[in-house]
């Protein structure tokens, strides 16, 4: 058997020390001498920054940014994202409740561009990021239309903007890039300009100039819309959204909202349809 010769280390295992020596290091830094320590404090500007310093690692915040980072690197190097648990083996997902949401919720679904029937009780609120490997995969399979497919009148969807702009440099301009399509054409171009995206193997300003001319939308007008910043405060007043309202920290960050009642369950992750059916059928069964 000929096998082919590589020079070096594989990428996941460059990827494997490089995630080990991260930990040791950091473990080293948490834990060596005062003598050690007062250095870092140096290093940071004095004791209070240091202190701040190490609240962040500490942090939700900073421990999903690291989780998001590896997958992110993991999925790049593996060429695939791994499977989430099967949701048949899995309880419903508590159904939350919050009064004071149920006018954020139907201002979201009264304004916003919805697929589907605009009149169903149930609504999936999507966080997504137009540059993350995830939501792609949860869009390409198409895992939403065939749930709106099984329930046509009960459920539709709508996407919101959540662009990890720190590890996606691209993806606050792939959101406003949709939505000068969705102003240029309304509803079926915003979704057709996003399902384009997706279908992007990298994206940058040109390519995304170059999927509003596949969309035969009006070149000029696009650019402009683009250059002038139209909607990139409509991008980042969505960004606040996400944590405030339902308490997403992940993409694709997807809530099943009863828009009668505002109760809501958040299903985060690509998981497969038979996932939201459950939560689905759960939310009607608890109404």
């Not at 993806?171 to 102003?183: I, K, S, T, V």
Request: aromatic share 12%; charged share 20%.
């Amino acid at each position: 058997m000929v096998t082919k010769k590589t020079n070096g280390l594989p990428r996941h295992a460059i990827l494997a020390v490089l995630i080990a020596v991260n930990i040791v290091i950091s473990i080293f830094v948490l834990t060596k001498p005062d003598g050690a320590m007062k250095l870092e404090e140096l290093r940071a500007g004095g004791a209070e920054n240091f202190a701040q310093i190490l609240e962040f690692y500490e942090s939700d915040e900073y421990k999903q940014q690291q989780t998001q980072w590896i997958q992110q690197a993991l999925w790049q190097t593996a060429g695939t994202a791994p499977n989430p648990t099967n949701p048949t083996q899995e309880e419903p997902t508590p159904i939350a409740s919050d009064s004071s949401l149920q006018e954020s919720i139907e201002q979201i679904v009264d304004e916003w561009y919805i697929h589907g029937n605009p009149d169903a009780r149930y609504t999936v609120i999507e966080y997504s990021d137009l540059e993350c490997p995830f939501c792609k995969r949860h869009h390409q399979n198409g895992t939403l239309k065939s749930l709106i497919e099984q329930y046509p009148e009960d459920v539709n969807h709508i996407f919101r903007h959540f662009p990890l702009n720190n590890i996606h440099p691209n993806a606050q301009l792939a959101w406003e890039a949709a939505e000068c399509a969705g102003d240029l054409d309304w509803t079926d171009a915003f979704f057709a300009y996003i399902d384009e995206t997706f279908k992007l193997t990298s994206i940058n300003r040109a390519w995304l100039l170059q999927v509003a001319n596949t969309l035969w939308l009006n070149q000029d007008a696009f650019e402009s819309c683009l250059d002038n910043w139209e909607f990139t405060t409509t991008v980042a007043n969505q960004l606040s959204e996400w944590q405030s309202l339902f308490g997403v920290s992940w993409t694709p960050g997807n809530v099943l909202v009863d828009t009668e009642t505002g109760k809501f369950v958040l299903i985060a992750g690509a998981y497969p349809v038979d996932r939201f059916i459950q939560e689905l059928e759960n939310m009607k069964n608890n109404e």
